[in-house]
T-cell receptor
């Protein structure tokens, strides 16, 4: 009974390639997020979408492009991969309850290694 | 701006020891506060949360109280187990933004 799922779980690729990571949530949430976690476990927000509309777009190289075909999906496409892109990428989702109090639910992560 | 500061790790404890991981926050307005736990090789899981001052969140023997006067949300557990070994993240939510601390790695040894 998966809540937030990501594919693939592991991704090993060469520098310069283009790759995509997919995220789906079956929780009926309105908002989805992408985070990058580095080797020191530091979490950095990258993007957030609410009902398919981009609402958070942090300082991220424009090689990273999110796409939300519907509110249950938020995919991340990365062009011209670089060594520094190696990290764990987490998708998350949250509802929009009354009063605006949100809780995030995370996917299992995609471990990207760029060689 | 809004932010979360949590205790630097790593923390190593013996089984059954008392755990405290400190977390303080800076926020305008009235944020919700969270502790997330990340077990090795897994994603972040919500451990507990509190949405207003003096609320106490609790789960699996862990507790944290939302203290507005000290802007803190310290995580405590009376008796840790080896299975509690993980990275713990303090976080706050205001509006659309979530802010995470840098994580505290906990290792519990038998």
């Amino acid at each position: 009974d998966t809540a937030v799922s990501q594919t693939p779980k592991y991704l090993v690729t060469q520098m310069g390639n283009d790759k995509s990571i997919k995220c789906e949530q079956n929780l009926g949430h309105d908002t989805m997020y992408w985070y990058k976690q580095d080797s020191k476990k530091f979490l950095k927000i990258m993007f957030s979408y609410n009902n398919k509309e981009l609402i958070i777009n942090e300082t991220v190289p424009n090689r990273f492009s999110p796409k939300s075909p519907d509110k249950a999906h938020l995919n991340l496409h990365i062009n011209s991969l670089e060594l520094g892109d190696s990290a764990v990428y987490f998708c998350a989702s949250s509802p929009t309850p009354s009063g605006g109090r949100k809780t995030q639910y995370f996917g299992p992560g995609t471990r990207l290694l760029v060689l | 701006g809004d932010s979360v500061t949590q205790m630097e790790g790593p923390v190593t404890l013996s089984e059954e020891a008392f755990l405290t991981i400190n977390c303080t926050y800076t926020a305008t307005g009235y944020p919700s506060l969270f502790w997330y736990v990340q077990y090795p090789g897994e994603g972040l899981q919500l451990l507990l949360k509190a949405t207003k001052a003096d609320d106490k969140g609790s789960n699996k023997g862990f507790e944290a109280t939302y203290r507005k006067e000290t802007t803190s949300f310290h995580l405590e557990k009376g008796s840790v187990q080896v299975s509690d070994s993980a990275v713990y993240f303090c976080a706050l939510n205001t509006g659309n933004q979530f802010y995470f601390g840098t994580g505290t790695s906990l290792t519990v040894i038998p």
